[in-house]
């Protein structure tokens, strides 16, 4: 893929502690709009590492080295845990049209289309609702942000298998055909269901292939 057609690039990329031990490196890796990426991997490979690279954001006391290029201002992250993207106490319909400035019927919609179609709940605050539906919640802040490139990290692995399976399907329902969506999972059944494009983490490199 030409990295002109790229929504987003990475070029000899690489995130490392300050004692300089690298956790991740990219030679080079471009996603395209509409692509559904699943990122897969053994546990401590680095799949998180490289959404936060595509984030451009890595956590204190670590360092992002090399190029990243895009022309996006906003990146639509669901987050391993969905508490992770919400203030836990401002209640969810509120919060929602505060940091996205999406107005109350607008919230309204997407909470709808993500399965939170309840006013009670609408109207709970993060701290007081299930792990699958902080998810649920997580997912409708991505959506709202109307990021071009959404990154989820995980975004089933605290549910069960019916929940993990109406997660799926709503990132699948809820994401629009030219958002590209990057899915960090170990789940192969997820990866399965969701991949265009499988990129594979492996002793902190990438392998790549179509889905
Ligand atoms: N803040 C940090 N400081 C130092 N090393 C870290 C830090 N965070 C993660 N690591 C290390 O970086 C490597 C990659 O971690 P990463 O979280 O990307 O793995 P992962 O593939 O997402 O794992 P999992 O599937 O268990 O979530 C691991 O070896 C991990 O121990």
Redesign the pocket.
């Known amino acids: 893929m030409s990295s002109c057609a790229a929504l987003l690039s990475l070029r000899g990329v690489a995130?490392a502690?300050r004692d300089g031990?690298e956790?991740?490196r990219v030679d080079a890796l471009d996603l395209a709009a509409g692509e559904r990426v699943a990122v897969t991997?053994?546990?401590?490979?680095?799949?998180?590492?490289?959404?936060?690279a595509l984030a451009g954001r890595?956590?204190?006391?670590?360092t992002l080295s090399g190029e990243r290029a895009t022309e996006l201002t906003r990146i639509g992250i669901v987050p391993?845990r969905g508490l992770d993207a919400l203030h836990p106490l401002i209640p969810l319909r509120r919060q929602l049209g505060l940091v996205t400035r999406a107005d109350w019927a607008e919230v309204g919609r997407v909470l709808d289309r993500v399965g939170l179609d309840d006013d009670a709940l609408q109207g709970r605050r993060p701290a007081e609702m299930s792990g699958g539906q902080r998810q649920r919640a997580a997912l409708a802040l991505a959506v709202l942000t109307r990021a071009r490139v959404i990154l989820a990290?995980?975004p089933t692995?605290a549910l069960d298998h019916d929940t993990r399976d109406q997660i799926l399907d709503l990132l699948t329902a809820v994401v629009e055909p030219e958002q590209t969506l990057v899915v960090?999972t170990?789940d192969e059944a997820v990866a399965d269901a969701l991949a265009t494009r499988r990129i594979c983490?492996s002793a902190?490199r990438l392998e790549s292939s179509d889905a």
């Open positions: 995130v502690t031990r956790l991740l991997g053994a546990s401590g490979s680095g799949k998180s590492m490289l959404l936060r890595v956590p204190a006391g670590l391993q990290d995980e692995s960090a170990h983490v902190d």
